[in-house]
């Protein structure tokens, strides 16, 4: 039992966060458009540095905008420990994704300063810059270089749609530290994010002890018959290409439902050609993403879509091929820290569940280098990348609660 099992974060002063932080880029619909390194970004960026900095915090930043609040603690010796996420948000995004990993750990800060507790290790709150890829591709671009996913010429030169970089935006908005990205020594991460799924909400639980991130892999695949008239052509002579596409999509669902139910299998894209009313399609290209939490598993998926692709194609006299175009491996998180989390959780009082990540967030590339674990909270109905997101406040104080706790447990682990 850890001497600060009982202490809380303040709900009221997190709530108010949350709201005030909302209005920097805030929709007529309620939710937030603040693309990264924006004037919105900007606006949020100065209201965190201000924030911490009230809180005894000194803000410094890395060579990628990384924004780091440190609370010093009573050995400056070891390595901090981190907090945060990422306060930028999708073209019409909620006030929750990201922003409430970097507010739960002001709300961790407040508590100690309030309290008067001085930790052993330095605390952090740290918010990574273009975690949603919204306006530069791909997402998770700074905590990938932090992480050696990324160089930092590869992220400083990607471009937004008008053509300006990552980082001529770095440079204007005055965010470029001289510390190199990467370089900023860390003895451990959590992060509290909204679960962006409904499994929460639908057992009624309220913490998610987040174990990993699934695995995912994508692939285009592409099904070669013959163009024939529509109606001259005979059926029993038909190459179809996409009737056969039609049976492998049935297929791919299979796939998935042989590995219920943590395999999951989507096709999201479908083009035909010619595309003409009357022509029996000789292409058609589809996209396919599987996921499981288990590599071995993934793997396995993979070998029973590839075969039942070929006997798909043969059964129906066309050609496929199937391309890899996307893998991002399996990520199990930190034992220690998720074992801090759940004894928080369990001290609290909370419901749980351990739950695997099925979206991608900066912990992912940040656990490469740094012991990490995640703690999820409910969203209403799951819905998220929506300015309809919601929570609620008793959820994200909970939240928050586990985050603190799961900190000062930490301190003694590291
Ligand atoms: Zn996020």
């Not at 004037?39 to 905008?65: H, I, K, N, P």
């Not at 759940?342 to 569940?353: A, D, I, P």
Request: proline residues 5%; hydrophobic residues 40%; charged residues 20%.
């Amino acid at each position: 039992m850890s001497q600060h099992a009982n202490l809380t974060v303040n709900g009221q002063a997190l709530w108010h966060d949350l709201v005030t932080t909302a209005a920097f880029g805030g929709t007529e619909k309620g939710g937030v458009c603040r693309l990264a390194l924006t004037d919105e970004d900007r606006q949020v960026r100065a209201w965190f540095e201000q924030t911490c900095t009230a809180l005894g915090c000194t803000v410094t930043y890395d060579s990628m905008g990384n924004q780091f609040a440190r609370r010093p603690g009573t050995r400056d010796d070891l390595p901090p420990i981190m907090m945060g996420s990422h306060l930028d948000t999708q073209v019409t995004g909620g006030r929750f994704d990201g922003i409430l990993g970097v507010l739960g750990g002001i709300a961790v800060l407040r508590a100690l300063h309030d309290a008067g507790v001085t930790t052993m290790h330095a605390l952090e709150v740290v918010n990574w810059t273009n975690e949603e890829g919204a306006r530069f591709t791909p997402p998770m671009l700074a905590s990938g270089v932090f992480g050696g996913a990324f160089t930092e010429e590869f992220a400083g030169s990607r471009a937004d749609g008008a053509g300006i970089t990552l980082r001529q935006e770095l440079e204007r908005g005055g965010f470029v530290g001289t510390e190199p990205c990467g370089q900023h020594p860390a003895a451990a991460y959590f992060e509290l994010h909204i679960e962006q799924g409904p499994v929460l909400e639908a057992e009624d639980r309220t913490i998610g002890v987040v174990t990993g991130v699934q695995g995912m892999r994508w692939y285009e695949v592409v099904v070669r018959g013959r163009s024939a008239h529509a109606g001259t052509t005979p059926m029993p002579m038909r190459k179809d290409a996409l009737l056969a596409a039609a049976r492998m999509i049935e297929q791919v669902n299979a796939v998935a439902q042989a590995h219920a139910p943590e395999g999951l299998s989507t096709i999201g894209i479908i083009t035909a050609l010619p595309a003409s009313s009357n022509v029996v399609p000789r292409e058609v290209r589809f996209t396919v993403d599987l996921r499981n939490p288990s590599e071995p598993v993934l793997q396995t998926m993979e070998e029973d879509f590839l075969q039942r692709m070929q006997a798909c194609a043969l059964e129906n006299d066309v050609q496929v091929t199937v391309t890899p175009t996307w893998n991002s491996p399996a990520v199990h998180f930190d034992p220690r820290c998720i074992a801090s989390v759940k004894e928080s959780t369990e001290e609290l009082g909370y419901s749980m569940r351990d739950i695997v990540s099925g979206a991608g967030h900066d912990a992912v590339y940040v656990s490469r280098v740094v012991p990490t674990a995640m703690i999820f909270v409910p969203c209403l109905h799951g819905i998220s990348h929506n300015e309809a997101e919601s929570a609620t406040p008793e959820d994200v104080t909970a939240g928050s609660n586990v985050l603190l706790n799961a900190v000062l447990k930490a301190d003694h682990l590291f």
